[in-house]
């Protein structure tokens, strides 16, 4: 079968790093996105890897290894805003994105 | 711009009734999506459009129909509401390489 494993719920620091891991196992793959949904509103974009290795934007990054099935998401300088769900999402074989379940992230001050 | 505009934005619906949620995007993407997100789970397609003319059936069909006669539209349909139906459904669309799909704002809809 296929699935996309993420943590429930971690919690972190005003100011602090936090880095939201996601594994997957699916039949194909053609790429990873990492998507944020604030409570009550639709997913937005944030980042995407087809090839292993970091790609940085910004306060994100976001690290792909194929071989091992595993990316993560990497959070720097945190703020209050960055309160949110963050889904991680993989195209598959048929091109269709599976969708893990979401990691809600709590930033305290 | 407006991108992808659902509507209604909640609904309470009897059980056995029929509704349609509309979905309309202005950024003339070929590919749109019907997801449900319940708690716990992650987004499950529900339908597809590649483009104008042309549907597919996602991981959870069964209840729903959909249609693609233009571009910018894309309903789905409840024909006879369940309770297990009561989610959010986001309607999404993309065009292009790689496969970014940019979502509208939901419909939150409860069947009693």
């Known amino acids: 079968g296929q699935n996309i494993d993420q943590p429930t719920e971690m919690t972190a620091t005003e100011g602090a790093i936090v880095q939201i891991n996601c594994t997957y196992q699916?039949?194909?793959?053609?790429?990873l996105f990492w998507y944020q949904q604030h409570a009550g509103e639709a997913p937005t974009f944030l980042s995407y890897?087809?090839l292993d290795g970091l790609e940085e934007k910004g306060r994100f990054s976001s690290f792909l290894s194929r071989s091992k099935g595993y990316s993560y998401l990497l959070l720097k300088e945190l703020q209050m805003k960055d309160s949110a769900s963050y889904l991680c999402a993989v195209i598959g074989s048929n091109y269709q994105l599976i969708w893990g379940a979401g990691t809600k992230l709590i930033i305290k001050p | 711009i407006a991108g992808i505009t659902q509507a209604p934005t909640s609904q309470i619906l009897a059980a056995g009734r029929r509704m349609t949620l509309r979905c309309t995007q202005d950024m003339r993407h070929n590919a749109m999506y019907w997801y449900r997100q319940d708690l716990g789970l992650g987004l499950r397609l529900i339908h597809y459009s590649n483009t104008a003319g042309t549907t597919g059936k996602g991981e959870v069909p069964d209840g729903y129909s959909v249609s693609r006669a233009n571009t910018d539209d894309f309903p789905l349909t409840l024909a006879s509401a369940v309770p297990s139906q009561t989610s959010v459904y986001f309607c999404a669309s993309s065009d292009g390489d790689p496969n970014i799909q940019y979502f509208g704002a939901g419909t939150r809809l409860s069947v009693l």
């Open positions: 699916t039949s194909g793959f053609n790429g």
């Open positions: 890897n087809v």
